[in-house]
């Protein structure tokens, strides 16, 4: 048993290592991949209850290296915090979004909206008010066509602050969507203190929604309380139809996940407008 532990504790100990070298490594490189053209954004549709209306978009980024890998958001997005690299990479991507955004305006589509994720290493930057409105005005996107997604968890790390800079954006009619909710400490607590526009139920409860009855209750309630406070209601990470059908006898007003879609390049979304869009 004292031998185990011992292998035990050098595996351990190793993969740890070759664990932060290659954070180095992918660090190193990401912060050439704008200039390399190794970032991309995909464009996930988000529908009306029934399927039959796509309302918006929610941007996520892909990082593909040249020697042909992908890396997902969930590994490089950490490092791009840690490195500072996320506020260069944050920028290009709201830039990347809104235009595309302006070109389906271009199109037609003029009340499609985009939703693109804040890290809350760019919440706290003192600029990101002003960057972001400086974004919306050289694309030519309507303010409210931007909706900002934070989580729970970068809200509460300074309140205060956050409280104030949601109300900034709020102001200037670009809307605030609270992610990965219910996945905090107290949800139901910060739901009435941060000024949001949308809540996304987090997959995590909508996995459970079709098997545990006391879980989809649950999120029942979420969508009433909701609904009290005047908050829209997105499900994320919907995958069936039995989850579909839940949904929609709890009154949840928006849908996103592959029952209807998944991330889509820009061309494959452009045809998702040519079919499923309100002109
Ligand atoms: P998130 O913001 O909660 O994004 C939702 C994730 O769930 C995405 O993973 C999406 O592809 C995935 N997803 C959507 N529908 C379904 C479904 O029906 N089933 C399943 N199994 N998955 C579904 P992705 O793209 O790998 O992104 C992971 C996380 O990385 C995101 O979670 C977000 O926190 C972060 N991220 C992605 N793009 C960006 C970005 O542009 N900026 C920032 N700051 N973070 C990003
Ligand atoms: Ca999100
Ligand atoms: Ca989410
Ligand atoms: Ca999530």
């Known amino acids: 048993a004292k031998n185990s532990g011992r ?19 992918l660090t190193d490189a990401l912060r050439n991949a704008i200039a390399n053209n190794e970032l991309f954004l995909v464009y996930q549709p988000q529908f009306n209850i029934d399927g039959t209306q796509v309302v918006g978009f929610e941007t996520l980024v892909r990082w593909k290296q040249t020697n042909g890998e992908m890396i997902s958001p969930g590994k490089f997005i950490p490092l791009a915090e840690q490195s500072g690299l996320i506020l260069p990479i944050g920028q290009w991507i709201l830039q990347q979004s809104c235009k595309f955004l302006k070109r389906t305006n271009d199109l037609g589509y003029e009340n499609i909206k985009i939703s693109v994720n804040l890290s809350p290493v ?5 600029n990101i008010i002003d960057s972001i409105s400086a974004v919306i005005e050289e694309t030519g996107i309507r303010h409210s066509q931007l909706t900002i997604e934070i989580t729970e968890t970068a809200a509460i790390k300074s309140l205060d602050d956050s409280i104030a800079k949601l109300t900034q954006l709020r102001e200037k009619g670009i809307r605030v969507a609270l992610d990965d909710f219910g996945t905090g400490y107290s949800s139901l607590t910060y739901l009435r203190t941060l000024p949001v526009n949308f809540i996304k139920i987090d997959k995590s409860f909508i996995d459970k929604i079709s098997l545990d009855s006391t879980q989809s209750q649950l999120v029942g309630y979420i969508i009433d309380m909701a609904h009290t406070l005047g908050t829209t209601v997105i499900a994320e990470g919907v995958e069936d139809f039995d989850q579909l059908k839940e ?33």
């Open 247 to 279: 949904l929609f006898e709890y009154g949840c007003d928006y849908i996103q996940g592959y029952v209807y879609g998944k991330p889509l390049s820009e061309a494959d979304a452009l045809k998702v407008l040519e079919e499923f869009a309100q002109i």
């Open 7 to 25: 292998n035990n504790w050098c595996f351990f100990h190793h993969s740890m290592l070759s664990n932060s070298y290659e954070q180095i490594i």
């Open 122 to 126: 760019q919440l706290v930057d003192n």
